[in-house]
T-cell receptor, first 111, second 113 residues
Framework: KQEVTQIPAALSVPEGENLVLNCSFTDSAIYNLQWFRQDPGKGLTSLLLIQSSQREQTSGRLNASLDKSSGRSTLYIAASQPGDSATYLCAAENNFNKFYFGSGTKLNVKP | ETGVTQSPTHLIKTRGQQVTLRCSSQSGHNTVSWYQQALGQGPQFIFQYYREEENGRGNFPPRFSGLQFPNYSSELNVNALELDDSALYLC????????????FGPGTRLTVT
């Protein structure tokens, strides 16, 4: 059974700092890894999807990498802003369209 | 193009009752997945429907059941509600195939008293 772990559980940084969120998974036989953002009490917003054949994806200030052999993915956020404050979740897709989520990293960016 | 919508937004039920939650998929998506998210946790996969057939199930008891309709909208039914069923229920739609992103709805907050 796939187990997904996210470290740290919470992170507080000053505005403008670059930061890295970590995600690890136990079963390296994944199809995709997807990063999401969740605002309090809301649904999930897709940020980046990395297919198993890819090593990284970039969107604006976000960059996500994937190392299947070590069972790890990282989400890099450049020049953080207060609007980036949210919970960030990673999800590993094993079998067809079935995602296994970590518990998330709660990010607070202080003005 | 409309996104994924869910109804109702909030719901309060009593232990032992039954509940039906609804989801409308994003236009063109033929796959819908349901997740349960307890407070402070990541979403847990309940089941998935593809073209009206169940296409996989997580570790949830049979009192959690679902339907997908020809227009790809979906329902999640929970019978004999328990206090631990209190959670945010999320649905996500996608095109079939492992290269496609899942798009989530805003969720239904269920409280069981």
């Amino acid at each position: 059974k796939q187990e997904v772990t996210q470290i740290p559980a919470a992170l507080s940084v000053p505005e403008g700092e670059n930061l890295v969120l970590n995600c690890s998974f136990t079963d390296s036989a994944i199809y995709n890894l997807q990063w999401f953002r969740q605002d309090p009490g809301k649904g999930l917003t897709s940020l980046l999807l990395i297919q198993s054949s890819q090593r990284e994806q970039t969107s604006g200030r976000l960059n996500a990498s994937l190392d299947k052999s070590s069972g790890r993915s990282t989400l890099y956020i450049a020049a953080s802003q207060p609007g980036d404050s949210a919970t960030y979740l990673c999800a590993a897709e094993n079998n067809f369209n079935k995602f296994y989520f970590g518990s998330g990293t709660k990010l607070n960016v202080k003005p | 193009e409309t996104g994924v919508t869910q109804s109702p937004t909030h719901l309060i039920k009593t232990r032992g009752q039954q509940v039906t939650l609804r989801c409308s998929s994003q236009s063109g998506h033929n796959t819908v997945s349901w997740y349960q998210q307890a407070l402070g946790q990541g979403p847990q996969f309940i089941f998935q429907y593809y073209r009206e057939e169940e296409n996989g199930r997580g570790n949830f008891p049979p009192r959690f059941s679902g339907l997908q309709f020809p227009n790809y909208s979906s329902e999640l039914n929970v019978n004999a509600l328990e206090l631990d069923d209190s959670a945010l229920y999320l649905c996500a739609s996608s095109l079939s195939g492992s290269s496609y992103e899942q798009y989530f709805g805003p969720g239904t907050r269920l409280t069981v008293t």
